[in-house]
């Protein structure tokens, strides 16, 4: 058998392998998801350290260009390789510190601002009610408006109380869950740390492997392409995650300088919670807010109004000020596009959605714009010109 005809079989078996995987798909929707729900779960703690390895390699560069310009101002050498594992080290310490730095001071703060809301929430309410009265009296033409509303008021919050009452098993099973799920998440998210930190010491080696495994499998013309899109991905996925977290860190900074001119309370946990939460795009920007916001509220509801007009305006002055600067060209896309992306990734594949959708879709949109789109344009313009059509 010769080696086109060889190749000819291996691509009719690829063909009817695929065709079968679809069919079984199509027609077992349910045990599919189940069985790619486990594959996931299997592969967590390596997905997890992919993704820590790739946002770790970020910081590791930058302090490896630190390093060598360090050495170049003092005429010495420095061998990357060599200090690799060095700055490896510093960078899962700060990554460790500022997730734990995060995490210490946010958490306590939503739990203390829980407590408080939970025991200010009748005097609030009372307050809230005599707002109503003495309003009816200062505006008699209102008075018919605001009773109906404090009897609908009224029966929303019994309806609250008893749904409340009915559902506390329900609740305590969801927290139980919860709790679970946390631990999951810990236990992959160490994992993940430790498999990041091993694919960033021998990243090289991994690399030249893969690309040989590659060569070897594929046509030469499929692994060109290949390779193109892969570069692409890498280069992608890199300028978003360094310029978003660039943003991200100038938007709490910027959070935390207006709340210590304007004599805001919890300044250093609400400025880290606006910087995790920016890194998540729309979204993002819209849960910090709101919860630091709450968290002000248990202080002062006045300050909290005033904090979310100032944390809009900083974002705003980041978004359209900053960021273009940031980043130009390299991810510009259609605002539909982006709008969509975001969307449809976060409906289906939830927070990892949220963050990867943006620049995988660019990916996408760069190919079609540099490869497709001029061959579409080149073949209808070579149809339609007048040698085309004499010899037609």
């Not at 060109?224 to 860190?249: E, P, T």
Request: include cysteine; charged fraction near 15%.
């Amino acid at each position: 058998m010769s080696n086109s005809e060889k190749r000819r079989l291996f691509e009719i078996i690829g063909i009817i392998v695929f065709s079968g995987l679809v069919l079984f798909v199509a027609l077992n929707t349910a045990e599919a998801k189940k069985l790619l729900n486990y594959v996931i779960a299997v592969f967590n703690p390596f997905i997890y350290g992919f993704c820590i390895a790739f946002i770790l390699n970020l910081v590791s560069k930058q302090i490896d260009n630190s390093f060598a310009k360090h050495a170049r101002k003092k005429g010495t050498d420095y061998d990357i390789k060599k200090h690799r594992k060095l700055s490896i080290f510093i960078s899962v310490m700060v990554f460790i510190a500022f997730a734990a730095l995060t995490v210490g001071m946010i958490i306590p703060n939503l739990k203390n601002t829980i407590v408080s809301l939970y025991k200010q929430a009748p005097g609030l309410w009372d307050k809230f009610l005599g707002f109503l009265d003495t309003l009816k009296i200062k505006q008699p033409k209102l008075a018919s408006y605001i009773t109906t509303l404090e009897n609908n008021l009224d029966t929303y919050y019994d309806k609250a109380v008893t749904s409340l009452k009915s559902n506390v098993s329900n609740i305590a099973g969801t927290a139980l869950e919860k709790i679970k799920s946390a631990s999951n998440v810990l236990l992959n998210f160490g994992l993940g740390l430790i498999i990041a930190f091993a694919i960033l010491v021998f990243k090289e080696e991994l690399v030249r492997e893969f690309y040989v495994l590659l060569k070897k499998l594929l046509p030469e013309k499929h692994y060109g392409r290949l390779c193109y899109v892969l570069g692409l991905a890498n280069k992608k996925f890199q300028i978003y995650f360094k310029y978003n977290l660039i943003q991200a860190l100038i938007t709490g900074a910027g959070t935390l300088l207006v709340m210590l001119v304007s004599g805001m309370p919890y300044k250093i946990s609400i400025s880290l919670l606006i910087t995790v939460t920016q890194l998540i795009p729309i979204i993002g920007a819209i849960v910090g807010t709101v919860v630091s916001a709450l968290l002000i509220a248990a202080v002062s509801p006045i300050k909290a109004i005033v904090f979310i007009v100032l944390c809009i305006i900083v974002q705003q002055v980041v978004e359209k000020l900053i960021n273009p600067h940031l980043m130009g060209k390299e991810l510009e896309m259609p605002g539909v596009l982006t709008f969509l992306a975001i969307v449809i990734g976060g409906k289906q594949f939830g927070l990892i959605g949220l963050i990867c959708s943006v620049p995988f879709v660019s990916i996408f949109y760069d190919i079609y714009m540099q490869k497709l789109r001029p061959r579409i344009y080149n073949n209808k313009a070579q149809k339609t010109s007048p040698e085309h059509t004499e010899n037609e």
